[in-house]
T-cell receptor
């Protein structure tokens, strides 16, 4: 059974720092992995999607990497800003089936001005 | 571009009452999903649909029913609400292509007293 874990559950860093958020999964046979951002009281916003054949994806200050063999993905945020404060979730799609998307519980990120 | 729209945003029900949550998407997506999000439990799949006229059970379907009469709409019904159904409900949709990201609505906060 696929399990997705995000540690730590919460993280607080000063503004301007580069930081890494972690996502680990137990079954390396994945279809793709997606990173989301969730602001309080809002839905999830898709940040990056990495296909199983890819090693990384970049969007602006965000870079997501994928290492299937070790069951890990990281989300790197460069030059953090207070506006980056949110909960970040990763989700693993196991196969082409529509139902097989497993979410981590998220990391709550706080950027201190 | 509205994306995924959920109505209502908030609702308070008494035990035993019924209600329907509406999800509408304007991206012509085939797949639609209903999740619930609870503290410490993460996102859990209730029901999903792979196309107009189809529905299937997810991880926690008991106490809920769904319908997808039109491709753009996915309805979630609670026939007899229970306090255990107090949660934030999210609708999501995606295309059936391999690398299609998941798009979420802003959620419905439901309280059952």
């Amino acid at each position: 059974k696929q399990e997705v874990t995000q540690i730590p559950a919460a993280l607080s860093v000063p503004e301007g720092e580069n930081l890494v958020l972690n996502c680990s999964f137990t079954d390396s046979a994945i279809y793709n992995l997606q990173w989301f951002r969730q602001d309080p009281g809002k839905g999830l916003t898709s940040l990056l999607l990495i296909q199983s054949s890819q090693r990384e994806q970049t969007s602006g200050r965000l870079n997501a990497s994928l290492d299937k063999s070790s069951g890990r993905s990281t989300l790197y945020i460069a030059a953090s800003q207070p506006g980056d404060s949110a909960t970040y979730l990763c989700a693993v799609r196991r196969d082409s089936s529509a139902s097989k998307i497993i979410f981590g519980s998220g990391t709550r990120l706080s950027i201190r001005p | 571009n509205a994306g995924v729209t959920q109505t209502p945003k908030f609702r308070v029900l008494k035990t035993g009452q019924s209600m329907t949550l509406l999800c509408a998407q304007d991206m012509n997506h085939e797949y639609m999903y209903w999740y619930r999000q609870d503290p410490g439990m993460g996102l859990r799949l209730i029901h999903y649909s792979v196309g107009e006229g189809t529905t299937a059970k997810g991880e926690v379907p008991d106490g809920y029913n769904v319908s997808r009469l039109k491709k753009q709409n996915f309805l979630l019904g609670l026939e007899s609400a229970a306090p255990s159904q107090t949660s934030v409900y999210f609708c999501a949709s995606c295309d059936d292509r391999y690398n299609s990201p998941l798009h979420f609505g802003n959620g419905t906060r439901l309280t059952v007293t």
